[in-house]
């Protein structure tokens, strides 16, 4: 059950939108389902020639518009401004339908519990309920009570949505995640019909949000980081002190007006708590982006760019996992901030296979970076300098090097957003553990679609393998691997691509038991959908090997063969990069993410 609260001025107005037809014709048989004394006019039932009552609906709306409104004339200018409080609440997908008994005594203990009109106080303000759809009400009140003073409405909020988790375990509803004020503010109903209206598949809200978060991912400093939302086409005003110094910063897409014709301005703090310029600023201070040290031999430096960075990205990952899986406060905190910034990263530079599923991944997440849990003045600049080295490598390609070690990366981070789904869990954060659940579902999505081809690769050349070295490593994962890992049903079937790997680290020099040892000993198994295909990338990566199959065979000859390579490689990878951020100059364009 979902409780929505606003404020508004015109009692009328709203009365007419809740009787009326609605914007598609989606309101049927609008009606009360209570009211704060039970006789309230009702312009849906209190209407009908020949039977006494209102001959004309209007009549009946303007009665009761005048009857919600009468404290608020007696008071004159002690009402408040914005006299109208609105609350729609509605059940979750799935729940049995409330009748119309059932919904009023909810209106009842939502008014009662926000203040609005508590149980037994004759004083309360009035307020009604009405349904105009099987799966939700409002509740309009007006906020002068009958004494004419201002009813206190302090976290009016949080204490709806509390009474509405009581109310679903009392009445066998779904039950929802609670809420701890962490999140960002939901899209208003208004911001939502004016996307509707206009063609955009989400907010400008969203838009800014998510527009906001990639240009900080990895960003050395506040001007980098303002550089970066005007090159992705958003328009930035900054807030200045008298001394100069800027004290935060609104943004806003261009063509975004209202109704006088200004641009429909948005401050950073309004998008989301941890984006104001404050938090901004304290984060590229604590977590400054030096360059690490790269988990790249020397040898591999014929590998592009992005293929180098997601392989240092990768070692970075997996420390953040053990983290997240041994602390117990603010350091771990610290660290989903930073896995937060590689997912915007990561989703900002993807290929377009996987770009949609990385996106949906990064947008999950990013509720899961916020709790009561303050993150200490840990040292993230290790994963704030693997998201800076994503963004500066500029896109990568859905094919060869490139698209296998975004499938070497994407798998660890599956991996590191359940780790997080555990850390939040064990300190109660059902939003944020729910979140990072979400992301983990879209990021084995996006690692199917990426890991595909090279998989099947290795999968053909571990069939191909002679029987005898097929037999051997067949023996070393027997050997080695957990139990219950061999014993899971269709292992052996899965286990090509690992015997093909063992293959290949074995020509290259490698003790692939000793190897295989290492690779399982790095961390936990038991989150991993597939064991096998996790193997694989963490020891293609510890020995070094090429992510693509037969990438490092096929690498000198097109060098000597074809110079100019490397250039065009660059130039698509930029046009790759560029096309996540420079969607939001026109959000006409951009593709629907739900």
Same mark, same amino acid.
């Given at each position: 059950?979902?409780?929505?609260?606003?404020?508004?001025?015109?009692?009328?107005?709203?009365?007419?939108?809740?009787?009326?037809?609605?914007?598609?014709?989606?309101?049927?048989?609008?009606?009360?389902?209570?009211?704060?004394?039970?006789?309230?006019?009702?312009?849906?039932?209190?209407?009908?020639?020949?039977?006494?009552?209102?001959?004309?609906?209007?009549?009946?709306?303007?009665?009761?518009?005048?009857?919600?409104?009468?404290?608020?004339?007696?008071?004159?200018?002690?009402?408040?401004?914005?006299?109208?409080?609105?609350?729609?609440?509605?059940?979750?997908?799935?729940?049995?339908?409330?009748?119309?008994?059932?919904?009023?005594?909810?209106?009842?203990?939502?008014?009662?519990?926000?203040?609005?009109?508590?149980?037994?106080?004759?004083?309360?303000?009035?307020?009604?309920?009405?349904?105009?759809?099987?799966?939700?009400?409002?509740?309009?009140?007006?906020?002068?009570?009958?004494?004419?003073?201002?009813?206190?409405?302090?976290?009016?909020?949080?204490?709806?949505?509390?009474?509405?988790?009581?109310?679903?375990?009392?009445?066998?509803?779904?039950?929802?995640?609670?809420?701890?004020?962490?999140?960002?503010?939901?899209?208003?109903?208004?911001?939502?019909?004016?996307?509707?209206?206009?063609?955009?598949?989400?907010?400008?809200?969203?838009?800014?949000?998510?527009?906001?978060?990639?240009?900080?991912?990895?960003?050395?400093?506040?001007?980098?980081?303002?550089?970066?939302?005007?090159?992705?086409?958003?328009?930035?005003?900054?807030?200045?002190?008298?001394?100069?110094?800027?004290?935060?910063?609104?943004?806003?897409?261009?063509?975004?007006?209202?109704?006088?014709?200004?641009?429909?301005?948005?401050?950073?703090?309004?998008?989301?708590?941890?984006?104001?310029?404050?938090?901004?600023?304290?984060?590229?201070?604590?977590?400054?982006?030096?360059?690490?040290?790269?988990?790249?031999?020397?040898?591999?430096?014929?590998?592009?760019?992005?293929?180098?960075?997601?392989?240092?990205?990768?070692?970075?990952?997996?420390?953040?996992?053990?983290?997240?899986?041994?602390?117990?406060?603010?350091?771990?905190?610290?660290?989903?901030?930073?896995?937060?910034?590689?997912?915007?990263?990561?989703?900002?530079?993807?290929?377009?296979?996987?770009?949609?599923?990385?996106?949906?991944?990064?947008?999950?997440?990013?509720?899961?970076?916020?709790?009561?849990?303050?993150?200490?003045?840990?040292?993230?600049?290790?994963?704030?300098?693997?998201?800076?080295?994503?963004?500066?490598?500029?896109?990568?390609?859905?094919?060869?090097?490139?698209?296998?070690?975004?499938?070497?990366?994407?798998?660890?981070?599956?991996?590191?957003?359940?780790?997080?789904?555990?850390?939040?869990?064990?300190?109660?954060?059902?939003?944020?553990?729910?979140?990072?659940?979400?992301?983990?579902?879209?990021?084995?999505?996006?690692?199917?679609?990426?890991?595909?081809?090279?998989?099947?690769?290795?999968?053909?050349?571990? *069939?191909?393998? !002679?029987?005898?070295?097929? =037999? #051997?490593? %067949?023996?070393?994962?027997? &050997?080695?691997? @957990?139990?219950?890992? +061999?014993?899971?049903?269709?292992?052996?079937?899965?286990?090509?691509?690992?015997?093909?790997?063992?293959?290949?680290?074995?020509?290259?020099?490698?003790?692939?038991?000793?190897?295989?040892?290492?690779?399982?000993?790095?961390?936990?198994?038991?989150?991993?959908?597939?064991?096998?295909?996790?193997?694989?990338?963490?020891?293609?990566?510890?020995?070094?090997?090429?992510?693509?199959?037969?990438?490092?065979?096929?690498?000198?000859?097109?060098?000597? *063969?074809?110079? !100019?390579?490397?250039?065009? =490689? #660059?130039? %698509?990878?930029?046009?790759? &990069?560029?096309? @996540?951020?420079?969607? +939001?100059?026109?959000?006409?364009?951009?593709?629907?993410?739900?």
């Amino acid at each position: 059950m979902v409780p929505d609260i606003g404020r508004g001025s015109r009692t009328h107005g709203l009365l007419v939108y809740l009787y009326g037809p609605g914007r598609r014709e989606e309101h049927t048989d609008a009606h009360l389902v209570g009211s704060w004394d039970g006789f309230a006019p009702d312009p849906g039932r209190d209407t009908g020639r020949g039977t006494g009552l209102d001959p004309d609906p209007r009549v009946t709306l303007a009665r009761l518009t005048a009857a919600l409104d009468l404290r608020v004339k007696q008071a004159g200018d002690r009402a408040p401004a914005e006299h109208v409080w609105h609350c729609s609440v509605r059940t979750a997908p799935g729940d049995r339908r409330l009748d119309d008994e059932e919904w009023n005594a909810v209106a009842q203990r939502i008014v009662h519990a926000t203040g609005i009109a508590p149980a037994g106080d004759p004083d309360g303000c009035r307020w009604i309920a009405v349904r105009h759809a099987e799966d939700h009400i409002h509740i309009v009140a007006t906020l002068v009570r009958g004494d004419l003073r201002n009813p206190r409405l302090n976290y009016d909020f949080n204490k709806a949505q509390a009474e509405c988790r009581r109310i679903e375990k009392e009445m066998g509803l779904r039950r929802l995640n609670a809420g701890d004020g962490t999140a960002a503010k939901n899209p208003s109903s208004a911001e939502k019909f004016k996307a509707e209206r206009t063609g955009r598949p989400e907010t400008s809200r969203e838009t800014l949000r998510e527009a906001v978060r990639r240009a900080v991912a990895g960003a050395d400093s506040e001007e980098e980081f303002f550089t970066r939302l005007r090159e992705a086409g958003v328009r930035v005003k900054l807030r200045h002190a008298p001394s100069g110094d800027a004290l935060g910063y609104n943004v806003a897409l261009p063509g975004d007006r209202n109704r006088d014709g200004d641009p429909v301005w948005y401050p950073g703090s309004k998008l989301a708590p941890d984006l104001s310029l404050p938090k901004i600023r304290l984060r590229l201070t604590d977590g400054a982006a030096e360059p690490s040290p790269p988990a790249v031999g020397a040898d591999r430096t014929n590998w592009s760019p992005p293929a180098r960075q997601r392989r240092n990205a990768v070692v970075i990952a997996e420390r953040s996992a053990t983290l997240l899986e041994r602390d117990d406060g603010g350091e771990a905190a610290a660290q989903l901030v930073g896995v937060g910034e590689l997912l915007d990263a990561v989703a900002q530079t993807s290929p377009a296979t996987t770009r949609a599923e990385l996106a949906a991944a990064a947008r999950a997440f990013e509720r899961a970076t916020r709790s009561h849990v303050r993150a200490e003045r840990a040292d993230t600049r290790a994963l704030r300098s693997a998201a800076r080295g994503i963004v500066q490598a500029g896109g990568a390609l859905g094919r060869g090097e490139d698209g296998g070690t975004t499938a070497m990366l994407v798998s660890t981070l599956v991996l590191v957003t359940l780790a997080a789904a555990r850390w939040h869990s064990a300190r109660g954060h059902a939003q944020q553990a729910h979140a990072s659940q979400q992301a983990a579902a879209h990021l084995r999505t996006a690692y199917r679609q990426a890991a595909a081809m090279p998989m099947r690769m290795l999968h053909d050349q571990g *069939r191909t393998l !002679p029987e005898a070295q097929r =037999r #051997t490593h %067949e023996a070393t994962l027997r &050997a080695v691997l @957990p139990e219950k890992v +061999v014993r899971a049903e269709g292992m052996e079937a899965r286990t090509d691509a690992l015997i093909a790997t063992l293959a290949e680290a074995e020509r290259a020099g490698h003790d692939s038991e000793a190897l295989l040892r290492q690779a399982i000993d790095m961390r936990e198994l038991d989150s991993a959908d597939d064991v096998s295909d996790v193997l694989v990338w963490r020891l293609r990566r510890i020995a070094q090997l090429p992510a693509h199959p037969g990438e490092g065979a096929r690498r000198p000859q097109a060098a000597t *063969r074809q110079a !100019p390579a490397p250039s065009s =490689r #660059t130039s %698509e990878r930029n046009a790759t &990069a560029a096309a @996540p951020l420079g969607t +939001v100059q026109d959000p006409n364009r951009r593709s629907s993410r739900r």
